[in-house]
């Protein structure tokens, strides 16, 4: 049976390894283990952002990761984090100086060709373990982390997601009352969508 519950520090690893067998050939899975845990970290510890997990019996399935405030999050992250983040960032340049730059460039997850003012949550990663996908786990986690951010008095939930080969994911944030806000272009050439819900 599947149950939905906040994470807590200790799933920091179970949430890392999801992640990597999820999103397989993703940007994020390619900084490494080190650097993710240390992201889903911070997001469980931040008061404005939640994590919620899915699990079938004692194993974790699924996870969902989001902030009740978009602008400014990933900025007041670092902040809050300086040190680390700093010694990830150093062990970036050395290793792959060309993530660096993505990962500052994408850093409000919006580009230059949309102007747009809108106010809402959002939802940076929500992923489920490939063998348990299709079985309901996306739609529970999604489910519970819409009504958590009603709790918070929040209107709207967002997200982004790929424009291209990614009709099984367009198609699951769809069934659950998505629909697109606008499309735009993340750094380097990467077409998305932003996808948007109105909660209340
Ligand atoms: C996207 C993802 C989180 C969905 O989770 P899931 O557990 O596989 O999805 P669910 O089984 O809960 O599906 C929920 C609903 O979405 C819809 N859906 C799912 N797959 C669909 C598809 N291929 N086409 C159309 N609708 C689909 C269905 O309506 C389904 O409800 P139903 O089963 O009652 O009909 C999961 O597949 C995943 O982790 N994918 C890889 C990582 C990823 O791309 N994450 C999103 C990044 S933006």
Known sequence: MITIQKADVGDAVSITHIHLKAFKNFFLSSLGEDFLKFYYTCFIKNKDS??????????????AAATAICKGFNIALIKQ???SFSLLGLRLLVTNPKALVRLARNMTKKS?????EEDYAELYSIGVAPEGQGKGVGKELLS?????????NVDKLSLTTDYYDND????FYKAMGYSVLYVFTAYPKR???RMIKKLK
């Open 50 to 63: 939640v994590v919620f997990i899915a699990k079938d019996n004692d194993k974790i399935m699924g996870f």
């Open 112 to 116: 230059d060709e949309v102007q747009s």
């Open 144 to 152: 519970r982390m819409e009504q958590e951010l009603l709790e918070w």
């Open 191 to 193: 077409k998305m969508y």
């Open 81 to 83: 984090n300086i040190f």
């Open 168 to 171: 099984k994911t367009i198609g």
